[in-house]
């Protein structure tokens, strides 16, 4: 089986990539996709630890771009990527900048409320690289204000809450378009989290290749549902964990969900790296 949606400690994961193929070599998965939140830093130190160790596992170079439009949050994912694509890095690194000031605003407010976190621990969770909410609410954990991720997006920092703070908004046309630019194969991710199906046939008709039918939070009838829905649109299935190596606050355990080996060479062969994969 073929996880392909995975995040690691170079977003918002807890997990470095290195420590996610060797899980994911453990559980005897075939393949694996690093997916993380608007970066690629993951993809690199997983490939050369693969390819020193010579680690019988698969890696899909993918990413996922947080997109918003109408106040929904709108997730996709990108595999097969030229990660070091031009185009890609530069958008890349505005979306980076766009999130530090994103997370110096949202502390200002919290700080305003009587929550006393500082952005230089924000920065600290995160590595350096991309700060967020989730990192956010990890400090406010720390401090004793909250007691889980969920807690703090349900009562500061989720949507509408005091400690809100807008994102620049980036389109779902654009990621699209950045992923094809570079190679890659777009694809909506968990539809179901969307609760409007409205909202997502009309990202479907943005030009997106694929959807992510098999998903931890999906039910049943929601799998059966997108799965008619990409069959009759002729777009490809996928599947991942959403993983983010911790139960307590994540959907997913590594290889929960996922696609068999033709889906994925179903992916590749809409990519720009069929020469790469047509020996998997």
Known sequence: MFDLHIHTSASDGLCRPEEVVQEAIELGLEGIALTDHDTVRGIEPAQRYI?????PLVLVPGIEMNTEVDHYEIHILGYFINHRHDQLVNRLLELKESRQERARKMVKKLNAMGFNIKLDR?????????MGRPHIAQALIEKGY??????AFDKLIGYGKPGYVARYKFLPA?????IKAAGGVPVLAHPGLLGNDRVVEQVLALGVEGVEVYY???????VQKYLDMARRRGLLVTGGSDYHGNPL?????????????DEVLALGRSSAMLPTISSY
């Open 51 to 55: 390819r020193e160790n010579r680690c």
């Open 122 to 130: 924000v920065a600290e969770l995160a590595r350096g690289d991309l």
């Open 146 to 151: 909250v007691f889980s991720t969920r807690e």
């Open 174 to 178: 654009e990621a699209i378009q950045v």
């Open 216 to 222: 931890p939070d999906h039910s049943e009838n929601q």
């Open 249 to 261: 606050e994540y959907r997913g355990k590594l290889g929960c969900a996922g696609v068999g080996r």
